[in-house]
């Protein structure tokens, strides 16, 4: 099947009024419109290793039919988010499913627009991965409202709002933050001085890879001296934070953590420009560029996720929800460290 690339920028209103958001980047306050609907927060999270499968779903679409489904990421461009729809097409017809992506161009209206404009051409399901997580939240109170799946890939909803998804599948972000923290105490078991590099502020994985960091690194001997999140997932900008951050702190700085491994590229650009050799880097995601630096020796840790059993899992879990069977609403898929010990004995990575 010829891949369908549609890029939305129709912000459709539904009849019962629909408020879009602002695509304020890293707004941590979820908007006006969401919780004037919702009565009363939600209760505590049951832990996912404990949350029991749902039991007799209702079916959300006859069973066995050819679902529509749309994917919604955050940017096309993004590779990650590029090789998970490659997968989806290759694999979609062994779940009776067509997938249609949509380019959020890591603009929260033009996510916020594709979301509602699916609603209205009768979408079975959504696969979401939004730049801000609180900026989809009214659009998808909407369409949890006219009955279509809601799956979060691997980005979540606020907590107190994942009642409006079904099905959350990615890696724990938080446990690869604490991972990574883990890391650098086991490298300097007698502490060190490092700072963090982060990914676009606001997105769920910058948030909870940094808290996670940091929650790992409490009661140890590793002290951060600064972090600064990105505007976008852009080595650019790691590359800049990073120079900045020599010229404020020099040869103190014996480890780097950036969020992500083609942010890391960045910051060993400017380590190199800067003359500087030994700096201990760990990075999340388990891309080529991750493991093409640990292999160079440029890169220490690479802290891996899997894209295609992400992506598999997802069109799974949406395929048993809509056929009124048993699944799991949250998902998480292990995490693999990647080192100069493992690096080519692992799948190396097609993104």
């Known amino acids: 099947m010829k891949r369908k690339l549609m890029v939305t920028v129709l912000a459709a209103t539904l009849a019962f009024g629909l408020v879009a958001c602002g695509n304020a980047a890293g707004g941590e306050t979820a908007p006006e419109e969401a ?27 006859e069973e066995g039919k050819t679902l ?10 993004n590779e990650m988010n590029a090789y998970g729809y490659k997968i989806m097409e290759e ?15 890591y603009d929260s209206q033009t996510e916020t627009a594709a979301i509602t404009n699916c609603i209205g051409q009768g979408y079975d399901a ?15 109170m909407q369409a949890k409202e006219a009955g279509i799946i809601v799956a979060m890939y691997s980005a979540d909803l606020p907590e107190e709002y994942r009642e409006y998804r079904d099905i959350f599948v990615g ?32 997105t769920d994985a910058q948030i909870r890879r940094h808290d996670g960091f940091n929650a ?29 951050m020599i010229v ?42 991750g493991f093409d630096q640990v292999k160079d020796g440029t890169q220490n840790v690479c802290i891996s996720q899997n894209v295609v059993n ?34 080519e004995e692992l799948p190396y990575p097609e993104w």
């Open 35 to 61: 919780a004037a609907e919702e009565s009363a927060p939600a209760g505590e999270e049951t832990p996912a290793e404990e949350a029991p499968a749902k039991e007799e779903a209702e079916p959300a679409a």
């Open 68 to 77: 529509k489904v749309a994917y919604i990421p955050n940017s096309m461009s």
């Open 91 to 105: 694999h979609q017809g062994d779940y009776n499913m067509e997938v249609t992506a949509f380019d959020g161009q």
């Open 126 to 140: 959504l696969i979401l991965c939004p730049s801000d997580i609180n900026a989809v939240i009214p659009s998808v």
């Open 171 to 202: 890696v724990d972000d938080t446990e690869a933050g604490k991972n990574a923290a883990k890391a650098f105490i086991d490298q300097f078991p007698d502490g060190a001085k490092v700072i963090e590099v982060g990914g676009t502020a606001g």
């Open 216 to 244: 790992g690194l409490e009661g140890s001997n590793i002290e951060v001296l600064d972090y600064q999140a990105t505007d976008s997932w852009s080595s650019n900008e790691t590359m800049a934070i990073t120079e900045d």
């Open 248 to 289: 404020k702190y020099g040869d103190e700085i014996q480890g780097i953590f950036c969020h992500w491994d083609g942010g890391a590229t960045g910051c060993i650009e400017a380590l190199k420009n800067a003359g500087i050799e030994g700096t201990y880097i760990v990075a999340i995601d388990g891309s080529r560029s």
């Open 310 to 343: 992400i992506s598999l899992k997802a069109l799974e879990v949406i395929r048993n929800a809509a056929d009124g069977k048993n699944f799991e609403a949250e998902n998480y898929v292990p995490l693999d460290m990647v080192t100069s010990d493992n690096v």
